[in-house]
């Protein structure tokens, strides 16, 4: 179950990098959100931390979305093929060090000394984690980079 849920976290996230129009950017965030939340509640006992990020990122993203659409109300969605050879190599790196890390995951439940409610975030057993959220932010911080170098809209500068 947790292979399938990486698996659709990575491919959003290459569907992410390669969206163009600022909605279907905001529905592979939510996509992003909504599978991240559901393996965070296999990793917790509490229901609470899951659902509090879940609605944090989706009242932005309400937000995001009003914004967006008073901008580009009238523009169609299109896709274009920017940096795939990076976004795959990147993907595939990321699936082959995860795909190792869950023979340590997949025992999570069964060992008593993991079942303290919240455990480190730099634990060694979240270490692939870790780095996977570091990248995804990375790489999520120079999209949005992309997104403010445009020239027209509400965005730019005026003098």
């Known amino acids: 179950m947790m292979k ?11 569907l992410f ?10 529905f592979m965030l939510l996509i992003i959100n909504l599978l991240t939340s559901i393996m965070l509640r296999f990793f917790t006992k509490s ?7 879940f609605l944090v ?10 914004y967006s659409t008073s901008i580009s109300s009238n523009e169609l969605f299109s896709y ?3 940096n795939n050879i990076f976004m795959c190599i990147l993907s595939m790196y990321m699936i082959t060090t995860l795909n190792q890390s869950f023979y340590i ?3 999570f439940n069964s060992t008593d000394q993991f079942n303290c409610e919240f455990l480190s975030l730099y634990s060694p057993i979240y270490s692939k984690t870790t780095i996977f959220m570091f990248m995804f932010l990375f790489m999520t911080l120079f999209i949005i980079i992309k997104m403010m170098k445009c020239i027209k809209g509400p965005l730019r500068k005026k003098y």
Do not use: C, Q, R
Request: avoid cysteine.
């Open 17 to 26: 990098s390669i969206a163009t129009h600022p909605l279907s950017m905001g």
């Open 57 to 66: 990122t989706a009242g932005g993203l309400m937000i995001i979305f009003m």
């Open 80 to 82: 274009i093929n920017v």
């Open 47 to 53: 229901n609470w931390i899951p659902l509090t990020i």
């Open 4 to 14: 399938l849920i990486i698996s659709l976290i990575i491919f959003s996230s290459y």
């Open 105 to 107: 995951t997949d025992n």
